[in-house]
C-alpha cells in the first residue's frame, strides 16, 4: 500500500525567504505527481503536475521535482510572500486509478 | 467556467439521518473522484468512477454509495448517518491522469 508522508506538518518562515517542502513515498510504481494548495475552508487548487518520466516542472515562483528511485519530492517556492501561506498536498496517481494524498505541510509566511 | 460544483456547502444531520451530496462537473471529464477529509489528515477516497455506468470502492467506502448515470453527475448518498462520518467531502474530476479538479467542498455535521 501506497504511503505518503509530508514533512514538516507545520513550517513558519519570514516573507522573502527560499523553502522546500518535502514529500515522501514508499511504492515507485507511478504514473504522475501533483503537487496542490488548499487554503482553509476552500477545496484544492493545482498547482504542478510531474508525470513520472519528467525530474522536475516550474510554475513562476514554484519548482517541484520528482526523484522515483528515492521516493521523493520536493517543492521550492522562492522568494515566499504572505498570499503564499495555505496547506500545500503532495498526492500520487498510481495504480488502481486512485490518487493518494499525503496529510500536508501547513505554511505560514510571516510579513 | 464552473468546473466541479459541489452542494450543499454546509449540512448538519441527525445519527441516522440520510442525505445526498451532490457533485457535477462540466469539462466533459471522464473520472470522478470522492474524498473526505478529516482534521490533521490527508485525504482518503471513498469512491470514485472511470466513466458513466462505472463505480469502484476507494479506500473507505463503507456507510456511502455512489451511482453515476451520465458523465457530469456524481453523487455520494449517506443511507444512516454516524457520527464518524463527520468529515468535510470534496468531489474531483480528472480526464484520465490529468486535468485533476477539485470542488469547494461540502462540510458536514453528523450530531
Known amino acids: 500500500k501506497q504511503e505518503v508522508t509530508q514533512i514538516p506538518a507545520a513550517l513558519s518562515v519570514p516573507e522573502g525567504e527560499n523553502l522546500v517542502l518535502n514529500c515522501s513515498f514508499t511504492?515507485?510504481?507511478?504514473?504522475?505527481l501533483q503537487w496542490f494548495r488548499q487554503d482553509p475552508g476552500k477545496g484544492l487548487t493545482s498547482l504542478l503536475l510531474?508525470?513520472?518520466?519528467?525530474r522536475e516542472q516550474t510554475s513562476g515562483r514554484l519548482n517541484a521535482s520528482l526523484d522515483k528511485s528515492s521516493g521523493r519530492s520536493t517543492l521550492y517556492i522562492a522568494a515566499s510572500q504572505p498570499g503564499d501561506s495555505a496547506t500545500y498536498l503532495c498526492?500520487?496517481?498510481?495504480?488502481?486509478?486512485?490518487?493518494?494524498f499525503g496529510t500536508g505541510t501547513s505554511l505560514t509566511v510571516i510579513p | 467556467n464552473a468546473g466541479v460544483t459541489q452542494t450543499p456547502k454546509f449540512r448538519i444531520l441527525k445519527i441516522g439521518q440520510s442525505m445526498t451530496l451532490q457533485c457535477a462537473q462540466d469539462?466533459?471529464?471522464?473520472?470522478m473522484y470522492w474524498y473526505r477529509q478529516d482534521p490533521g489528515m490527508g485525504l482518503k477516497l471513498i469512491y470514485y468512477?472511470?466513466?458513466?455506468?462505472?463505480?469502484d470502492k476507494g479506500e473507505v467506502p463503507n456507510g456511502y454509495n455512489v451511482s453515476r448515470s451520465t458523465t457530469e453527475y456524481f453523487p455520494l448518498r449517506l443511507e444512516l448517518a454516524a457520527p464518524s462520518q463527520t468529515s468535510v467531502y470534496f468531489c474531483?474530476?480528472?480526464?484520465?491522469?490529468?486535468?485533476?479538479?477539485f470542488g469547494s467542498g461540502t462540510r458536514l455535521t453528523v450530531v
Open positions: 469539462m466533459n471529464h471522464n473520472y
Open positions: 498526492a500520487l496517481y498510481a495504480t488502481g486509478n486512485q490518487f493518494y
Open positions: 510531474i508525470q513520472s518520466s519528467q
Open positions: 474531483a474530476s480528472s480526464y484520465g491522469q490529468t486535468g485533476y479538479t
Open positions: 511504492d515507485s510504481a507511478i504514473y504522475n
Open positions: 468512477s472511470v466513466g458513466a455506468g462505472i463505480t
